[in-house]
């Protein structure tokens, strides 16, 4: 007699549907994507100084686990919506640098500055070739697993001040920023890290 019997119908029916709820959530398993969080979104006074955002990558698997990444685990590029040197803002660059420690540990550090005023004091003229309305930082992650590319986005801005319609505007900014690289990679205008060297400290 064999070990094993075919089961009862009500025994079958049960086994039916363990096997059809298997087979429903193979077939669901959640598509990997990947997260960015910074924890210094806005940055002020803009003293031209560079300032560690707090960027956290993670990867939330198929199976929804979710891994801290190192910084030798993605690519990121950084780019902004004013130019690296332009008339009031201070005349430094770099204006992003990534470091990646002996430990694999990586801080992204962002220069607290923004294009001085569009217009000048007695309003004859424009001042800057840029608005002046607050500068955008979009800061773009890949990774790639099996072929496949994953991306994710996060922002930093400097508002041109600290009064509400200012912050406002650089907010928006900032947001339609993001919505388009995660829509589809679009990065702004300028390379953050331009040519110069990488070094964490006023120059
Ligand atoms: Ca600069
Ligand atoms: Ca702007």
Same mark, same amino acid.
């Given at each position: 007699?064999?070990?094993? &019997?075919? /089961? &009862?119908?009500?025994?079958?029916?049960?086994?039916?549907?363990?096997?059809?709820?298997?087979?429903?959530?193979?077939?669901?398993?959640?598509?990997?994507?990947?997260?960015?969080?910074?924890?210094?979104?806005?940055?002020?006074?803009?003293?031209?100084?560079?300032?560690?955002?707090?960027?956290?990558?993670?990867?939330?698997?198929?199976?929804?686990?979710?891994?801290?990444?190192?910084?030798?685990?993605?690519?990121?590029?950084?780019?902004?919506?004013?130019?690296?040197d332009?008339?009031?803002d201070g005349h430094f660059e770099?204006?992003?640098?990534?470091?990646?420690?002996?430990?694999?540990?990586?801080?992204?550090?962002?220069?607290?500055?923004?294009?001085?005023?569009?217009?000048?004091?007695?309003?004859?003229?424009?001042?800057?070739?840029?608005?002046?309305?607050?500068?955008?930082?979009?800061?773009?992650?890949?990774?790639?697993?099996?072929?496949?590319?994953?991306?994710?986005?996060?922002?930093?801005?400097?508002?041109? &001040?600290?009064?509400?319609?200012?912050?406002?505007?650089?907010?928006?900014?900032?947001?339609?920023?993001?919505?388009?690289?995660?829509?589809?990679?679009?990065?702004?205008?300028?390379? &953050?890290?331009?040519?110069? /060297?990488?070094?964490?400290?006023?120059?």
């Open positions: 007699m064999s070990r094993f &019997s075919v /089961p &009862s119908c009500p025994s079958r029916i049960f086994l039916t549907w363990f096997l059809a709820l298997v087979a429903s959530g193979a077939a669901h398993a959640a598509t990997p994507y990947l997260i960015c969080e910074v924890a210094s979104p806005t940055l002020w006074p803009p003293n031209h100084t560079f300032v560690d955002i707090g960027l956290d990558v993670r990867y939330v698997d198929s199976c929804g686990c979710v891994r801290r990444l190192n910084g030798n685990q993605f690519d990121v590029a950084i780019t902004q919506d004013e130019p690296l332009d008339i009031g770099p204006d992003a640098c990534l470091e990646v420690d002996a430990c694999g540990c990586y801080h992204l550090h962002v220069r607290a500055e923004r294009q001085g005023p569009a217009w000048n004091k007695d309003d004859t003229g424009p001042k800057t070739t840029g608005a002046g309305d607050g500068r955008v930082y979009l800061i773009v992650v890949t990774r790639t697993v099996a072929g496949v590319q994953y991306r994710c986005c996060a922002t930093v801005t400097v508002a041109h &001040s600290q009064n509400k319609d200012a912050k406002a505007s650089v907010a928006a900014q900032a947001q339609a920023a993001k919505a388009a690289c995660e829509r589809d990679g679009t990065m702004l205008e300028y390379d &953050s890290e331009g040519d110069g /060297p990488c070094v964490v400290a006023k120059q």
